[in-house]
């Protein structure tokens, strides 16, 4: 494992590629209406990618097909978009969204109630995730440990009866969208390699309604439950920092931030 730590003045660069990634999900999100399908939302990115003047990180990565993945229901991660996937009032879609600037990558996800209103147990869900990655956050201060993240996540996802996705996890991130360390949704608190200042990972829990267990179908990419419930996926840019987490893509400041 070669993990590369990062100077101050790389993590300023990686933060405003965070910004920018932040503000496309902003104009995704606020696309994401019963009606529009999910292509709609692939086009939404791609204008502001043109308008921000950054580049995909996903589109031809291993070549995947679009600038988004949208995730609808129980699809878990990696949805692609498509012209006959429509929308509707009550579902709920993981929007993942990267790219760079200036060479430096920024990485994040969200999952959002279409229309905004949903059955209490789709809630509960999207809730519950978005909770396990701010209890994860809350790890990101240098001592501790890549299981205290993934224990977070872990152990706040099970208490409410859901189950965490284990198939794919965070990485590292920086001039690669994926560099090391794996960062895990799971674990146990003390286990682990220590974090320390310089660090820059992405945090992305995937938590399941029902079992754990994956299906990926034969396009290759979308990964659905293999039981068909429902799924909701988060994901944050997190530098470590003497201070503890700046999360670099969301605006509002956090504890690292200078």
């Known amino acids: 494992m070669r993990i590369k730590y990062k100077s101050r003045d790389e993590i300023l660069k990686l933060r405003a590629a965070g910004l920018a990634v932040s503000e496309i999900l902003d104009d995704v999100c606020a696309a994401a209406v019963p009606g529009a399908t999910t292509a709609d939302l692939d086009r939404v990115a791609a204008d502001g990618i043109g308008r921000l003047k950054v580049k995909s990180a996903f589109l031809g990565y291993q070549g995947y097909p679009a600038v988004l993945c949208t995730s609808v229901n129980e699809v878990i ?44 147990e789709k809630q509960k869900l999207v809730d519950t995730t978005r909770e396990s990655l701010e209890k994860a956050i809350e ?38 969208m994926h560099e090391d360390p794996p960062v895990p949704n799971y674990g146990r608190s003390g286990h682990g390699k220590r974090i320390k200042s310089g660090l820059v990972i992405a945090i992305e829990p995937m938590v399941n309604a029902g079992a754990q267990h994956v299906e990926v179908l034969d ?18 840019t997190i530098a470590i920092t003497d201070n503890g987490p700046w999360v670099l893509t969301q605006a509002a400041p956090s504890p690292g931030s200078p």
């Open 77 to 120: 991660v990696h949805g692609i978009p498509r012209e006959d996937e429509v929308l509707a009032e009550g579902d709920i879609i993981g929007i993942d969204f990267g790219s760079y600037l200036d060479g430096y990558c920024g990485d994040s996800a969200r999952t959002i109630v279409v229309g905004g209103k949903t059955t209490p």
């Open 139 to 176: 790890m990101c201060y240098p001592g501790n440990r890549l299981g205290d993240i993934g224990a977070a996540v872990q152990n706040w996802a099970e208490a409410q009866g859901y189950s965490v996705v284990k198939d794919f996890v965070g990485h590292g991130v920086g001039r690669q």
């Open 219 to 236: 396009d290759e990419w979308t990964a659905l439950t293999k039981d068909r419930s429902m799924s909701a996926h988060f994901e944050h």
